[in-house]
């Protein structure tokens, strides 16, 4: 397996991460609350995993982008890399919702159908769910984005090669993926009926496409252009999101925005990032997997518990909700030690292992 050097830590990067999190899971928990109206930023929050989406390509073509140009990209080896980032813990939550759902059944509650569905447990083992292959929306529904990532985890070969062609043109490159996602935002609703950006189980695999795209093409400009006061820039683009939001602007305004946040954020040094780099940002960053992920289990279990023992009915008073939703992040970070971490470094120190007894067996006997 071929080793690859050690890219450059972008801290603010890491910790955007949980500020995409947290928008998607205030989508989730807003209707919880006892209140008759939701802000449009945070009907916007589904854009969340657009900026993860668009985050992802930028960030893998940071670690791999120049190894595959230079014939130094294992294909293998980034595979099982992406597995131990993602799948270990995909498999945890699917485990957890089954649990808790079939609790609530023993305990004589009401569990939504679709939640255990037997005929899409295949695809979600696989993560393929989210190609077409899964008749409903089952287990752990936030997995669904996963699915889309391992298409695209899958398929990096090819944005490599084109991202790797374009690397001398990278205004082009932008350029072109604006186009292409605008472009691609417009026939799909036209065709199907609804936008792509609220595609899941049936095109969450094509969903991603446009956002990795632009996210790789992002990545070209960081290589080549200097950004002048990267930090004005992310935090212009940081408040044009949340106008575009609030208005209700198109999601194909609103996710390049969320592109030129990035660039601008990647521009931004670590020594100058101030409280984005700072440790209790990073940690944050770190878990955010976690708290995207855990959202649906711990909704079933906080939301159902809180409900029966306040008698709220329904919905939850504000500071109860605001409890709840507060200990999303706790319960992410225990996530994120018992299964994420510890998963993805064993699977990490296998493929290491593994590469050292390679290295061994093709070194043969040296000479003295």
């Known amino acids: 397996m071929t080793q690859l050097e050690t890219p ?62 230079e014939k130094r990209f294992s294909y293998g080896s980034f595979l099982w890399a992406r597995i131990a980032r993602v799948y270990p813990l995909h ?12 609790g609530a059944l023993a305990a004589g509650m009401s ?43 899958l398929s990096f070969p090819a944005f490599a090669f084109v991202a790797w062609r374009l690397r001398e043109r990278p205004i082009t490159a932008v350029v072109g993926a604006v186009f ?19 595609a899941t189980i049936r095109w969450g695999a094509l969903r991603i496409v446009p956002c990795f795209a632009l996210g790789c093409a992002l990545y070209l400009m960081h290589r080549k252009v200097s950004l002048p006061r990267p930090a004005w820039i992310a935090a212009g683009a940081a408040v044009a999101i949340a106008v575009a939001g609030s208005l209700s602007a198109p999601d194909a305004l609103i996710v390049p925005l969320c592109g030129a946040l990035i660039l601008a954020l990647a521009s931004l040094s670590n020594a100058r ?15 955010s997997y976690s708290v995207y992920m855990v959202v649906v289990p711990w909704k079933l279990l906080a939301v159902n518990a809180a409900s029966k023992l306040t008698g709220g009915g329904d919905k939850l ?13 706790v319960v992410a970070a225990v996530s994120y030690h018992l299964v994420e971490f510890p998963a993805r470094r064993a699977l990490r120190g296998i493929a290491q292992r593994r590469a050292e007894r390679d ?4 070194a043969g006997p040296q000479l003295a």
């Open 8 to 69: 450059q830590d972008l801290r603010p990067l890491t910790a955007l991460r949980f500020g995409a999190a947290i928008w998607v899971a205030l989508f989730a928990f807003w209707p919880d609350l006892d209140v008759s109206w939701m802000p449009n930023l945070v009907a916007k929050g589904y854009l969340g995993v657009e900026l993860f989406f668009v985050l992802s390509g930028f960030i893998l073509c940071h670690v791999y982008l120049a190894a595959h140009g």
């Open 91 to 102: 498999i945890a939550t699917l485990i957890g919702v089954g649990v808790l759902a079939f």
């Open 111 to 153: 569990v939504n159908g679709n939640i255990l569905s037997w005929s899409s447990l295949p695809a979600n083992i696989l993560m393929v769910h989210a190609w077409g292959f899964a008749p409903v929306a089952g287990w752990n529904h936030p997995s669904w984005s996963i699915s889309a990532e391992w298409f695209a985890y």
């Open 180 to 198: 292409f996602l605008v472009g691609l935002y417009i026939v799909f609703q036209k065709l199907a009926g609804f936008p792509l950006t609220e």
């Open 273 to 287: 990032a101030g409280w984005l780099a700072s440790k209790p940002a990073v940690y944050l960053g770190e878990i």
């Open 317 to 329: 008073q504000l500071f109860v909700w605001l409890a709840v939703f507060l200990m999303l992040p």
């Open 359 to 362: 290295k061994a067996r093709t």
